[in-house]
C-alpha cells in the first residue's frame, strides 16, 4: 500500500468513524479597516464543551464563492471537526477579493481583515489558542492562494498553511478572476502582480518557519503552477508535504483534501503541545 492510500484509509476510519456531531454557527463580523459587517461560519467540535482551549484553521473559499460555501458543499468538514477537535472559520472573501489589500479599490482590505480583523474577533468570541501555535490557515483556488499569501506574509499569526487547488501563481492568468480589479491590469502594474504572487514571497520564508502542505490534482488549470511552487520550496530546501492525485478543479476533490488538511493541522497543533 503506498503512503498515499494508508493516509487516505486512516482519515476515511477516523472521519466515519465518529458519531458526535459538530455545532454550526454563523456569525456577525466586523472589519472596522472597510467599516463593515462581514459574515462567517465557525465551526465547534462536540467537545468544545470542555475548558480546553481549541486550535483554530481558517477555511477560505474560492473565486465566486462565499462564507457559506464550505459547510454547504463539504459534508466532510464538520466530521473532520469532531475527529479533529478543532475549530474552524470560513471567512467570507467578497467573491473576488483574492484576500488582498487592494492597491486599487481602499473597500477591499481582506489581508487586514482575515489576518488581524477576524482573528482578533475569533479569539475574543470562542474558546482558542491565542497564538501562532494554535492557528492555521488553508483553502481553495483563489482560497488556496490566499491560505499561503497571509500565512507568508503574517508568520507571527499562523503557524501552519495550506493550498488546496490553490492559485499559487497569478501571472499567467492576466485576464481571469478579477484579479486585475484587486492590482491594476497586469500589462500596466507589473511590480504589483509580481509583488502580489505566492511563488515570488518565498524570501519571506526559512526552513522550519511554517508548516506547510500543499495539494492540487493532475487535471487542474493550477496543476502546473503548484508543481513549480513544489520544485522552488525543494530548491530553498523549505519542508513541505505536496500532494497530487488525479482529480479535477471541483468539490469531488476538494471533499476528499479537506481531510489531508485537517489531519496535517492537527498533528502540526500536537507537535506543540507542551510536555
Known amino acids: 500500500m503506498t503512503a498515499s492510500r494508508a493516509l487516505f484509509l ?14 454550526v454557527d454563523t456569525v456577525d463580523t466586523y ?49 473532520a471537526v469532531d475527529a479533529n477537535g478543532i475549530i474552524v472559520v470560513c471567512p467570507d472573501g467578497n467573491y473576488g477579493s483574492w484576500y488582498y489589500d487592494s492597491p486599487v479599490d481602499a ?11 477576524l482573528v482578533a474577533w475569533v479569539d475574543s468570541h470562542y474558546k482558542t489558542i491565542k497564538d501562532r501555535q494554535g492557528r492555521a490557515i488553508t483553502g481553495l483556488s483563489m482560497g488556496g492562494h490566499g491560505g499561503l499569501y497571509l500565512a507568508f506574509r503574517h508568520q507571527d499569526v499562523f503557524g501552519a498553511a495550506g493550498s488546496m487547488s490553490g492559485g499559487v501563481d497569478i501571472r499567467p492568468f492576466p485576464n481571469n478572476w478579477d484579479i486585475a480589479k484587486r492590482l491594476g491590469p497586469y500589462a500596466q502594474f507589473p511590480d504589483r502582480w509580481e509583488k502580489h504572487t505566492v511563488i515570488n514571497l518565498l524570501h519571506l520564508l526559512t526552513p522550519g518557519s511554517l508548516s506547510l502542505i500543499i495539494d492540487c490534482g493532475t487535471d487542474d488549470f493550477f496543476f ?16 513541505h508535504d505536496y500532494i497530487t492525485r488525479p482529480g479535477g478543479h471541483n468539490w469531488t476533490y476538494w471533499n476528499t483534501a479537506i481531510s489531508y488538511q485537517l489531519l496535517f493541522m492537527r498533528q502540526f497543533f500536537d507537535k506543540r503541545k507542551p510536555g
Open 224 to 239: 502546473r503552477v503548484n508543481n513549480n511552487l513544489h520544485d522552488k520550496l525543494l530548491e530553498r530546501n523549505i519542508a
Open 31 to 79: 472589519s472596522a479597516s472597510m467599516k463593515k459587517t462581514i459574515r462567517a461560519v465557525v465551526i465547534t467540535p462536540d467537545s468544545y464543551t470542555t475548558g480546553a482551549e481549541f486550535p483554530v484553521v481558517y477555511l477560505l473559499h474560492g473565486y465566486s464563492g462565499n462564507y457559506s460555501n464550505w459547510i454547504q458543499k463539504a459534508p466532510a468538514l464538520s466530521r
Open 107 to 117: 473597500s477591499f482590505r481582506y489581508e487586514t481583515y482575515v489576518s488581524n480583523e
Open 10 to 23: 486512516f482519515c476515511f476510519l477516523l472521519f466515519t468513524g465518529h458519531a458526535r456531531a459538530a455545532k
